[in-house]
């Protein structure tokens, strides 16, 4: 007898300490749904309405041609409208297939007219004597002087071949090439005079 008055004991001291447990987390959960009950509220009601949605504003009409390239649009972007233009002939469309250069190798730079030939070529209004077989401009050797006539120069790229194709491209004395990168850097070359 004195075994169940003992298991009663402990079944009531058990049953009053989860009382008491239940009485001091009981007050944290109804201060927390005091302050989220109304979030929560909205939230299984659905809230407000959302957004109207954004209309596209209509594209102003011009006397610009509006040529576009297949594949120009993207799924997640807007749809490229820029012009593209025709490149002429000889010109670089791109610098694609250049290959990646070493940043910390300094580059050679360029040997005078007098030696061998040369010619003096300005890129974007700087000008500077270069060499056969030099390459220029000389803050970014990207392409080097291949060979000069009575008229004329050739040249290449420091390695690599241009997008058409062509490992050369001659240019006139006085005539001013523009080639264009795929990085938007663009390149105005002019042979000022030759040396042969």
């Given at each position: 007898?004195?075994r169940?008055r003992?298991?009663?004991?402990l ?42 949605p954004v ?5 102003p009409?011009?006397?610009?041609p ?28 791109s ?9 910390f ?8 007219v007098?030696?061998a030939?040369?010619?003096t ?30 008229t004329?120069?050739?040249i290449?790229l420091v ?14 004395v ?6 264009a990168?795929?990085?938007?850097a ?11």
């Amino acid at each position: 007898m004195a075994r169940k008055r003992s298991e009663a004991a402990l079944k009531a001291a058990k049953e009053a300490k989860q009382k008491k447990i239940l009485l001091v987390l009981l007050v944290p959960f109804i201060a927390l749904l005091a302050w989220q009950g109304p979030k929560t509220f909205k939230a299984l009601q659905g809230g407000s309405p959302p957004p109207p949605p954004v209309t596209a504003l209509p594209t102003p009409t011009g006397s610009l041609p509006t040529a576009t390239t297949p594949g120009a649009e993207s799924g997640s972007g807007l749809p490229d409208t820029d012009a593209q233009l025709e490149p002429l002939d000889g010109q670089l469309l791109s610098f694609s297939r250049f290959p990646g250069r070493d940043p910390f190798v300094r580059p050679s730079s360029g040997t005078s007219v007098s030696q061998a030939g040369g010619a003096t070529i300005e890129v974007n209004g700087e000008s500077e004597d270069v060499g056969i077989n030099n390459p220029f401009p000389a803050s970014d050797p990207t392409f080097k002087l291949v060979s000069v006539s009575d008229t004329a120069a050739t040249i290449g790229l420091v390695s690599g071949t241009f997008s058409n194709g062509s490992e050369t491209i001659s240019i006139n004395v006085g005539e001013t090439l523009v080639l264009a990168a795929d990085d938007g850097a663009r390149y105005a070359i002019k042979i000022v005079s030759v040396a042969t």
